[in-house]
Nanobody
Framework: QVQLQASGGGLVQAGDSLRLSCAAS????????VGWFRQAPGKARDYVGV????????YYDDSVKGRFTISRDNSENTVYLQMNSLKPEDTAVYSC????????????????WGQGTLVTVSS
């Protein structure tokens, strides 16, 4: 079992920055990838990006590439999502999730999920 705690959401204005955290605990030795996903009201869950737990390779969806940065602190078992130049269309509940094995952008492949944190970007 892996427990995830996402935090850092809030209300910001367009153009602002925000950093989300995802703290992992439990059996983290089996973690292969940590993904960030988001779900806007009334919409399906979307892939944001993934960081590989070992090696640190990072992948981003085109919609956030150049604005969002995913990083990790393995000593703290924490993954961060730095979001810059936020837009109203970035408004969503952001969740982190983990899976064993290789990269995937498919939410269904992720086994453990955090509770999500709401990001609201006003225009």
């Amino acid at each position: 079992q892996v427990q995830l705690q996402a935090s850092g959401g809030g209300l910001v204005q367009a153009g602002d920055s925000l950093r989300l955290s995802c703290a992992a605990s439990g059996r983290t030795f089996g973690v292969g990838a940590v993904g960030w996903f988001r779900q806007a009201p009334g919409k399906a869950r979307d892939y944001v990006g993934v960081i590989m737990w070992n090696g640190g390779y990072v992948y981003y969806d085109d919609s956030v590439k150049g604005r969002f940065t995913i990083s990790r602190d393995n000593s703290e078992n924490t993954v961060y999502l730095q979001m810059n130049s936020l837009k109203p269309e970035d408004t969503a509940v952001y969740s982190c999730a983990v899976k064993g094995g290789p990269f995937s952008r498919n939410a269904a492949d992720y086994k453990y999920w955090g509770q999500g944190t709401l990001v609201t970007v006003s225009s």
